[in-house]
């Protein structure tokens, strides 16, 4: 598929989706009946005929989820003010196991997690309106929340001897078995032994300090979450695991800023699916005018398109070629694997000072070029991003940020990259601001193709993997929140000596083609996902030392007169972290702690 201006994104995401008749539900019994090595692959089933027909007047037939096995911050994330994580080494393998089976009942679920998400939804409620309650917690909620996941050492561990002993290798997932401290320069970290973001001087992680369990814990309010950090530190402590590192993360501001300054956690793929007793049973609030179709079938909030689970969660089905119909079910581990998903943490810590001076300094250059005459650090910040500092995306403000845009969840996402984007009608009762619309811009005119956001999401533009499918099965379900605190303007005087960043987290069904794709395929590379656009200056490395680590990327003025920002620097260096598997409440419970 091409991309062809003037010719709407709905018609770019039904148009050329081969109608492939891929089906929904597995045969009854097929998963007792599969060989594991052939569960390990993905599994075709029957094709209901209702299901082949979703382009022609029936709702796509989404699946429901098991709001009971899968974790909550997988789906639907537990999107808490106050986040933990404790990093831990399994040193007695049998206390462990008893420490496992303790911990199985406290595990926050996708349904627990749905019920508390569905409160603070109907509290916050959406559109212009609603805008001051960003951020505000509905009377008494004071959830704390814990999950788990465990990294292919700690599998090794809990496995080793007992009845599923052979299945790690059932995990087809290469990124996965061989680890994060094996997987970083290919990530583009830095390969040089002495320089802070290799492996050897992470906190953990690193050759000798992998972790074999990730902790992670969402709370409403902090104190109740350091209490229970403290809490699971020590019975950690006391049952046969090592504390290898722990640290706490908070949500910056009333609308969730990261230390550069800029909103994040605004674009999130909306996850198909069902879960009995919610509005229309969805997941996924669905807002565009169900008459307005097909694209009241493609999106959950404005602009937001909506991903079959089985890219997150294994045994769902995945994409297909055409967004409407069900891809296979993607169960690429054993058949215990489903309801887990793959869990990326990397502790990233980033250098604002730094940052801030490359925005100044490239600022001052630039503005004294034709077409970018009085150009701010801001708008340059703008363009590494793709988003103004409130959140507001340049495809539809280019000239000045605009708060009341970037807040506004209806509006905030609607805009793509292959064709002109405009507001759609949307279910009773909501409403989104009044913003220009966004053009198509095919080639970075206005958001860079090096830009943060487009270097991660191609949306429904065609990239070097091809058309809009290849967008799906390349998102991620980002879970993280910032720690250390931030850094004043201008003092000088900073508490944290550099030492503050971001604990990134994030879930999906498979670490090589989603995180490591998007970390090396498209952030890393001056070249894709299309055309030569240059590194994503933000957070790209390419691994080299000395000169050749230098980044370029080309930004463009007024007249579409090109120029040019570089820098040597890194300003998001890794400092530590793992990959993991996220399992089922039952296996670990029944796999994991027996
Ligand atoms: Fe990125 N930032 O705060 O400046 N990110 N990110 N990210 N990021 C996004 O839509 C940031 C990192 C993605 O669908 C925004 O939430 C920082 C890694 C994806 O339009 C901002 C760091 C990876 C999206 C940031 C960091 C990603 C996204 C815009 C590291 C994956 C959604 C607001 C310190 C490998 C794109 C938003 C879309 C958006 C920031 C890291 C991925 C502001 C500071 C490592 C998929």
Known sequence: MTEQPGVSRRQLLISGGLAVTVPLRPAAGADELARPDQLARETAYKVPARTAAAGNGHAPEEPYLDGAEIQGNVVPGFMKPYMAVVALRICDVAKAKGWLAGLAPRITTLAEAMQSRAKVRAHRGL????????GALPPGMNDVWLNIAVSSGGLSKLLKGGQHAGDLGLFTDEGFQRGLAARSSLLGDPVDPSAEGNPANWVFGGPGREADVLLILGADREKAGVRMLA???KDAAGSGLTVLYHESGYK?????NEHFGFQDGISQPGVRGRLA?????????????????????????????????GEFVFGYPRSGADPLIPGQVHLPGPAWSRNGSYLVFRRLRQDVAGFRAFLAESAKTLSGQPGFAGVTPEWVGSRVVGRWPSGAPVARVPYADDAGLGIDRLANNVFGFAADATEEPLVAGLKAGYWPDAKADPVGLTCPMAAHIRKVNAREAASDMGGRRASFNRRILRRSLPFGAPLGEGSGYDPENGNRGLLFACYQASIEDQFEFLNNGWMGSSMRPRSPGGFDMMIGQNGMPGDNRERRCTVFGRGAVPGTLETMSDFVVPTGGGYFFSPSVSALKDVLAV
Request: proline fraction near 14%.
């Open 252 to 256: 910056l501001g009333a609308n969730g």
């Open 231 to 233: 809490e699971v530190r």
């Open 277 to 309: 007793g919610l509005p229309g049973d969805f997941i996924t609030p669905r807002t565009i005018d169900p008459s307005h179709l097909p694209d009241a079938w493609l999106y959950g909030l404005p602009g937001q398109y909506l991903v079959w689970p």
């Open 127 to 134: 559109g212009p309106d609603s805008t001051h309650q960003a």
